[in-house]
């Protein structure tokens, strides 16, 4: 599969099938992260992966009852430094390399971006000198979402400056 066939079929999955990744997968998406660019090639950001449905579970109420959370295969929580700063950056950027390698395998992906990051960050012992960035969910789809609209190249880029459309 080529990157642009990845980009145009990828959707956020809220609904997933009770299976587990399997080691190889798992690896192979696992790679495709640590191979993203980061400023100054730093890789300031780490990543937890929950693949235990009783950890899952826990994390439903910190991720604002969003129930998928507990039913994927598994949740990955990108972890940020702080002190380094493009670090959220870079793991967004991480984490985007994992939807897409994810996607090639026949998995799915939803960005999780409202949750409790004090409450994930003590459930999950990340150290007070790193942050809870985003968490992303992981596992085989169990919908098929439709395309939904895009705006307009004309409505989003710009040449040379702002407001300049030709």
């Not at 430094?81 to 967004?92: C, H, T």
């Not at 999950?124 to 439709?146: F, H, K, M, Q």
Request: charged letters at 30%.
């Amino acid at each position: 599969m080529d990157v642009m066939t990845a980009i145009r079929g990828r959707r956020s999955i809220r609904r997933y099938k009770d299976k587990k990744i399997s080691p190889n997968e798992m690896e192979d998406i696992l790679e495709a992260a640590r191979l993203a660019p980061s400023a100054a090639n730093r890789q300031a950001w780490e990543l937890i992966v929950i693949e235990d449905r009783e950890t899952k579970n826990a994390l439903v109420p910190l991720c604002k009852n969003q129930k998928f959370v507990g039913e994927c295969s598994a949740l990955l929580v990108g972890i940020e430094d702080p002190a380094q700063r493009w670090s959220r950056v870079d793991a967004a950027i991480m984490l985007d390399h994992i939807t897409l390698a994810a996607y090639e395998k026949g998995l799915g992906t939803c960005w999780i971006g409202a949750f409790d990051k004090e409450r994930i960050e003590s459930l999950l012992g990340v150290p007070s000198n790193r942050s809870v960035a985003i968490c992303l969910t992981l596992g085989y789809p169990d919908e098929s979402p439709t395309p939904r609209s895009r705006k307009a190249p004309h409505e989003l880029f710009h040449r040379e400056r702002y407001g300049r459309k030709d």
